[in-house]
């Protein structure tokens, strides 16, 4: 595999990725099939834009029936206004009224996006609000919150690639990636 000159080390390549999204979309339809969900149908909520390609992925194999919406949360982080919450960009279309929601992220690393998400959606009349995410980094937490199921564990390390970007770009590599950020000083685009 050709491998993208900001890449330090591949961590989960596309065939581990694959594999790992079809067990929680089979683990996840089971949960599912033993609960009571309204007009047997989860709500899949994929937070734009790093959710893609897991969200993708992970939708083909997920057996119990689904309906699929998005949202864009932007992140005050990497800012420097702590006080500022997270800020919806683009809301849902739909009511989640006594809906049973799950939550497609990408990677949760302070878990500050997830805390917000998920409170607004238990405001709004959610049933439940459930979170399967592909990474989680767990050094990264600020607020005391878990993803219910989650395909791969991952150091405190800046990633890329499969949804994670640097500067808005590498969503597209197909693997998980450690970033050489001995490089991102001098580097151009
Ligand atoms: P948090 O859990 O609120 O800190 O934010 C999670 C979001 O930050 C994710 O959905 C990603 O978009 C982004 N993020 C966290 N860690 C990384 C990383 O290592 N590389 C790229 N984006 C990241
Ligand atoms: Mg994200």
């Known amino acids: 595999m050709n491998k993208h000159p900001l890449v330090k080390e591949i961590l989960h390549n596309e065939t581990e990725i694959d594999k790992r999204s079809k067990e929680l979309a089979e683990e996840i339809s089971e949960y599912y099939r033993g609960q009571e969900v309204k007009e047997n149908a989860v709500v899949l909520i994929g937070l734009l834009k790093g959710c893609i390609p897991f969200m993708a992925n992970f939708l083909k194999y997920m057996t119990y029936e689904c309906m699929t919406e998005y ?22 279309d739909i009511s989640v009224k006594g809906r049973s929601i799950l939550i497609v992220e990408d990677i949760i690393d302070s878990g500050n ?21 592909l990474l989680d980094k767990p050094e990264g937490r600020q607020v005391p ?9 991952v150091k405190n390390e800046f990633l890329i690639g499969f949804g994670l970007d640097y500067q808005e770009r590498l969503r597209n590599l197909p693997y998980v990636a450690v970033c050489d950020t001995s490089k991102l000083k001098d580097w151009k685009w």
């Open 71 to 92: 949202m864009v949360v932007s992140s005050y982080l990497g800012g420097t206004k702590q006080s500022e919450e997270p800020k919806i960009n683009l809301d849902l």
């Open 145 to 153: 919150i878990e993803a219910d199921w989650y395909g791969f564990s």
């Open 113 to 133: 996006t997830l805390d917000y998400v998920k409170k607004y959606l238990l405001f709004k009349g959610a049933r439940d609000v459930k979170v399967v995410t």
